[in-house]
């Protein structure tokens, strides 16, 4: 599966839980409406019955006592009607959902009929006094009547209270319901969300670190970036798979060529060296003074390549993996006098005071190799610092301890290195404006790789007013540890 086909995967499925709280409210809705629109009509019909009834009960009473009164034919006529709406109403109520306690009218409506229909019947057959005395006995059936609707009424409200409770109930419900639905959803959602990115982040975070690894200078692809995934960051993988080994092969290459042209070299060198110093013995005859200084200044140059293309092959076996060190003891202050021996006439030519300090809190002892440290890493960071110093200026090389390390501090009065190399001061071939005039920018590489090999750091620190550049040394105090 793609990253687009899962993203759309995903989306759709968070779509879809949190879709599914909102349907389930709106159908809860629906049964609402239903309930309200339904106990509300029943409600209203059931009310406008037992109105009606009510009403023509009155018309009964009426149409009746005229009819006893005036003995008018057509009024009975008007009573039986209202008779028969009544029926009618208490049939449409039998129907409805009221028919429970609508049933408690029938006995009493039942009697005041027969009741009604004998004084009829009294009234037809010429019995006048009789018909007067049977109307009398309709007073309490109509009384019963009459309050036995009253009761119907309020049976018909304490329902529809009963349905509104319900609905109620039912909204309450739903309420909950949705509301863990929708709580419940949005986790399966946040889980679904993270999975989701999980597993897009967590690749693309290897590759980072990876890319990273690679800028750092290790050009080997890391074992467990998904390289057998189809999706996009698969192919992305396989890709930087590809770019590190060819990178890698590129950098064999160049060491390869580096080490073979740095010892093909060597040999010129060597002869241009080995004749220069024939001419300086005037093995080949008298020079004059003006070609004694051509021929020192063929000779420096020579000294120079000759510098250049050890570095060079240094840097190539330090690559390779292929330079050996010679780890040994030495005392501290040996360590910083044969440095000082070292570079003592240079920075008196130079008119540069060069000093040593050694703290207390200096070992007596390290464990290192004395040629690299002494002339690879201090050697250059000293040489650097008097050539870059002014007449009357200083350098100084102080040493201190520190937990189980040992730290050399070169620092001198110079110009400093600007702000925007300081950070690429350690990079191959990479020159500062202070030091273009003069070598090919592998001093401080090859120093940081020496120190590297020995388990130390090397660092530059900020800029102090008055102070050029400061260079900090680490270095373990025990090779064993």
Same mark, same amino acid.
């Given at each position: 599966?793609?990253?687009?086909?899962?993203?759309?995967?995903?989306?759709?499925?968070?779509?879809?839980?949190?879709?599914?709280?909102?349907?389930?409210?709106?159908?809860?809705?629906?049964?609402?409406?239903?309930?309200?629109?339904?106990?509300?009509?029943?409600?209203?019909?059931?009310?406008?019955?037992?109105?009606?009834?009510?009403?023509?009960?009155?018309?009964?009473? &009426?149409? $009746?006592?005229?009819?006893? +009164? @005036? /003995?008018? %034919? =057509? #009024?009975?006529?008007? *009573?039986?009607?209202?008779?028969?709406?009544?029926?009618?109403?208490?049939?449409?109520?039998?129907?409805?959902?009221?028919?429970?306690?609508?049933?408690?009218?029938?006995?009493?409506?039942?009697?005041?009929?027969?009741?009604?229909?004998?004084?009829?019947?009294?009234?037809?057959?010429?019995?006048?006094?009789?018909?007067?005395?049977?109307?009398?006995?309709?007073?309490?059936?109509?009384?019963?009547?009459?309050?036995?609707?009253?009761?119907?009424?309020?049976?018909?409200?304490?329902?529809?209270?009963?349905?509104?409770? &319900?609905? $109620?109930?039912?909204?309450? +419900? @739903? /309420?909950? %319901? =949705? #509301?863990?639905?929708? *709580?419940?959803?949005?986790?399966?959602?946040?889980?679904?969300?993270?999975?989701?990115?999980?597993?897009?982040?967590?690749?693309?975070?290897?590759?980072?670190?990876?890319?990273?690894?690679?800028?750092?200078?290790?050009?080997?692809?890391?074992?467990?970036?998904?390289?057998?995934?189809?999706?996009?960051?698969?192919?992305?993988?396989?890709?930087?798979?590809?770019?590190?080994?060819?990178?890698?092969?590129?950098?064999?290459?160049?060491?390869?060529?580096?080490?073979?042209?740095?010892?093909?070299?060597?040999?010129?060198?060597?002869?241009?060296?080995?004749?220069?110093?024939?001419?300086?013995?005037?093995?080949?005859?008298?020079?004059?003074?003006?070609?004694?200084?051509?021929?020192?200044?063929?000779?420096?140059?020579?000294?120079?390549?000759?510098?250049?293309?050890?570095?060079?092959?240094?840097?190539?076996?330090?690559?390779?993996?292929?330079?050996?060190?010679?780890?040994?003891?030495?005392?501290?202050?040996?360590?910083?006098?044969?440095?000082?021996?070292?570079?003592?006439?240079?920075?008196?030519?130079?008119?540069?005071?060069?000093?040593?300090?050694?703290?207390?809190?200096?070992?007596?002892?390290?464990?290192?190799?004395?040629?690299?440290?002494?002339?690879?890493?201090?050697?250059?960071?000293?040489?650097?610092?008097?050539?870059?110093?002014?007449?009357?200026?200083?350098?100084?090389?102080?040493?201190?301890?520190?937990?189980?390390?040992?730290?050399?501090?070169?620092?001198?009065?110079?110009?400093?290195?600007?702000?925007?190399?300081?950070?690429?001061?350690?990079?191959?071939?990479?020159?500062?404006?202070?030091?273009?005039?003069?070598?090919?920018?592998?001093?401080?590489?090859?120093?940081?790789?020496?120190?590297?090999?020995?388990?130390?750091?090397?660092?530059?620190?900020?800029?102090?007013?008055?102070?050029?550049?400061?260079?900090?040394?680490?270095?373990?105090?025990?090779?064993?540890?």
């Amino acid at each position: 599966m793609t990253v687009r086909t899962r993203l759309i995967v995903s989306f759709a499925a968070v779509a879809a839980l949190l879709l599914l709280p909102g349907l389930f409210a709106a159908a809860r809705l629906a049964e609402l409406r239903d309930i309200a629109v339904e106990g509300r009509g029943r409600q209203a019909a059931a009310a406008l019955a037992v109105g009606r009834i009510q009403a023509r009960l009155a018309e009964l009473d &009426r149409y $009746e006592r005229s009819y006893v +009164a @005036a /003995r008018d %034919s =057509t #009024l009975w006529g008007s *009573a039986e009607r209202a008779k028969a709406l009544i029926r009618e109403e208490m049939d449409s109520l039998r129907a409805s959902p009221y028919a429970h306690p609508a049933a408690t009218l029938d006995g009493v409506l039942d009697s005041l009929m027969a009741a009604t229909d004998r004084v009829h019947t009294l009234m037809e057959g010429g019995r006048v006094a009789q018909a007067t005395e049977s109307f009398g006995a309709l007073e309490p059936l109509f009384t019963e009547t009459e309050l036995r609707l009253r009761a119907l009424a309020d049976s018909i409200d304490r329902l529809a209270q009963d349905d509104f409770n &319900r609905a $109620e109930a039912i909204s309450n +419900a @739903a /309420r909950r %319901s =949705t #509301l863990a639905e929708v *709580a419940f959803f949005l986790v399966v959602a946040l889980l679904l969300a993270g999975w989701t990115t999980r597993t897009l982040t967590r690749p693309l975070r290897r590759l980072a670190a990876a890319t990273t690894a690679v800028a750092a200078g290790n050009l080997e692809a890391p074992v467990d970036l998904p390289y057998d995934q189809s999706d996009e960051v698969g192919v992305l993988s396989n890709a930087f798979r590809r770019m590190t080994r060819r990178l890698a092969d590129l950098d064999r290459m160049k060491a390869e060529f580096v080490g073979v042209a740095s010892h093909e070299l060597k040999t010129p060198i060597n002869v241009i060296n080995g004749y220069t110093e024939l001419i300086e013995e005037e093995m080949a005859g008298e020079l004059t003074e003006h070609q004694r200084q051509i021929l020192d200044g063929i000779a420096e140059q020579s000294r120079n390549m000759g510098r250049l293309v050890s570095r060079l092959m240094d840097i190539s076996r330090l690559e390779a993996g292929s330079y050996r060190m010679e780890f040994e003891p030495i005392h501290v202050e040996d360590l910083l006098t044969g440095l000082l021996r070292s570079f003592d006439i240079l920075a008196s030519r130079q008119g540069v005071a060069l000093t040593t300090r050694i703290h207390d809190s200096a070992p007596e002892r390290v464990v290192v190799d004395v040629d690299i440290i002494r002339d690879e890493v201090l050697g250059n960071l000293v040489s650097n610092g008097i050539r870059h110093t002014p007449r009357g200026g200083w350098v100084r090389v102080e040493v201190w301890g520190a937990a189980d390390t040992v730290v050399f501090q070169v620092s001198d009065s110079g110009a400093g290195i600007p702000q925007d190399h300081r950070p690429f001061i350690f990079e191959k071939y990479y020159q500062a404006e202070r030091s273009r005039a003069v070598g090919a920018g592998l001093g401080l590489a090859i120093a940081r790789e020496m120190v590297d090999a020995h388990g130390g750091s090397i660092t530059l620190e900020p800029a102090q007013e008055g102070v050029g550049a400061i260079f900090h040394v680490t270095l373990p105090r025990d090779r064993a540890r």
